[in-house]
């Protein structure tokens, strides 16, 4: 159905010399009194009328706002075969094509994912609040009433395609974002241990070694690592760096590094690896950025664990007088450079084990907002040590999820050593 009558030929259309000139490619080019924003040179437009004339006076308009890539469809078939091979930026569509309509072509185009985003704008003889309502209701992004007025129809095209180059800008940026983030995570996961290194490791110093290490979707600062030195030592560090994102992340990964940097004589001792630590995080690490920190010697020799503290969740240490949580106060990692750091020991025989943590597992909150707590976990891994005392960490970890969910706000580090 063609709309003759209901376009409104601007002036200059058919060689009137009152016409506007037409735009200059680029910034700063003016047609009706306004100012042109970006070029749209490179910007496609399909047109969707069954009336040559609309055609041709669209396309003039167009070609006033600088948009020289233009292609037409006079029915629904044609447009969906145009928008294949045209690929658009934006369709211009009117609302009553012969057989299947604007209207329809419309919401047959939203249900498309590949048109999901397509600015469409309608074009409507009718005026009515109803038609506004219906074009709007099948997906429309914007409607534009017969006679089309050019100033108001270049004022809405470049609208419309600008904001469409703004969201596809938004859109790479965020998926950049994405893949740079699925990157860091990945090397976050590289600083534990191998498990087969891990295995050989526990194996060779009489321990079971139970861990679970897991980035939340936005990544985080935690990482743990285990090392033996002395022929009868196991080191355990585990640190929570303050903070989410690619700054704890690139945070975490400069602790780790001044820890693979230690000389062995440092590890010996926990309290004097955490005051060097100390140090050298002071130096590099931004105001306001800290770490907290747990690093304990197990000791197959004397039957000890000898451990610092800088701020962590308190560890459990599980033995047959059932659990004991482990004094792990001391100054955060990378806050204050005079700060002191203390050693503590404590029994550690065979048969006895240790559960180290992160908050991201005690800070967790259930569907009603309350937080599971120290105490909530210790509670949770005494029903995981009756209902699997070989192996409990798997049995917390599911009734974890189970009262917690199983997305994660923040890292969770959680390991179980046992002595064998």
């Known amino acids: 159905m063609g709309h003759l009558r209901a376009m409104a030929v601007p002036p200059g259309t ?64 044609e447009v969906m075969e145009r928008l294949e091979s045209f690929a658009p930026d934006l369709l ?25 985003d397509l600015p469409i704008l309608m074009q409507s003889a009718l005026h009515s609040d109803q038609m506004r309502t219906v074009c709007f209701s099948a997906g429309a992004t ?13 004022a809405r095209v470049r609208y419309h395609l600008e904001r469409r180059s703004m969201v596809q800008e938004l859109r790479a940026f965020h998926e950049r974002v994405e893949r740079d983030l699925r990157q860091a995570r990945a090397m976050q996961l590289a600083l534990v241990p191998e498990p087969a290194e891990l295995a050989a490791l526990a194996e060779r110093n009489g321990l079971t070694v139970d861990p679970v290490f897991r980035a939340s979707d ?36 400069r602790l780790h590094t001044l820890l693979t940097r230690t000389p062995p004589e440092e590890v010996r ?12 995080l002071c130096e590099i690490l931004p105001l306001g950025q800290f770490a907290t920190a747990f690093y304990g010697v197990i000791d ?37 450079p005079d700060s002191a750091y203390t050693n503590r020991r404590v029994p550690l025989r065979r048969g006895d084990g240790l559960f180290l943590y992160s908050d991201g597992l005690s800070e967790a909150r259930n569907a009603e907002g309350a937080m599971l707590g120290e105490d909530g976990l210790l509670r949770l891994a005494e029903r995981a040590v009756a209902d699997a005392p070989d192996r409990p960490l798997p049995a917390l970890m599911t009734r974890h999820a189970a009262a917690h969910g199983e997305r994660l706000h923040d890292d969770v580090t959680a390991l179980w050593i046992t002595r064998r």
């Not at 399909?46 to 029915?75: H, P």
């Not at 914007?142 to 270049?154: Q, S, T």
């Not at 196991?234 to 704890?248: C, E, M, P, Q, T």
């Open 92 to 116: 211009l569509l009117d609302a009553a094509m012969p057989r299947m309509d604007g209207i329809g072509v419309c919401r047959s185009l939203r249900g498309d994912p590949r048109w999901r």
């Open 300 to 336: 197959r020799a004397d039957d000890t664990l000898l451990y610092a503290a800088a701020a962590s969740p308190s560890p459990l240490l599980a033995n047959g007088d059932g659990f004991q949580p482990l004094d792990a106060s001391g100054p955060l990692l990378g806050a204050f």
């Open 269 to 280: 001792d926990p309290a004097r690896l955490l005051r060097q630590l100390n140090l050298r």
């Open 218 to 253: 936005e990544i985080g600062g935690d990482f743990w690592t285990a090392f033996e030195f002395d022929g009868t030592c196991v080191g355990v560090f585990a640190a929570d760096l303050s903070g989410h994102g690619i700054a704890a992340a690139i945070n975490a990964f």
């Open 14 to 77: 058919e060689g009137d010399a009152a016409s506007p000139r037409p735009a200059r490619l680029g910034a700063g080019a003016s047609v009706y009194g306004m100012e042109l924003g970006i070029p749209l040179g490179g910007c496609r437009v399909l047109i969707a009328d069954d009336s040559a004339f609309n055609r041709k006076t669209l396309t003039r308009f167009l070609q006033w706002a600088g948009i020289t890539q233009v292609a037409f469809a006079s029915s629904a078939e």
């Open 142 to 154: 914007d409607l534009i009433a017969k006679p089309i007025n050019p100033g108001e129809c270049i």
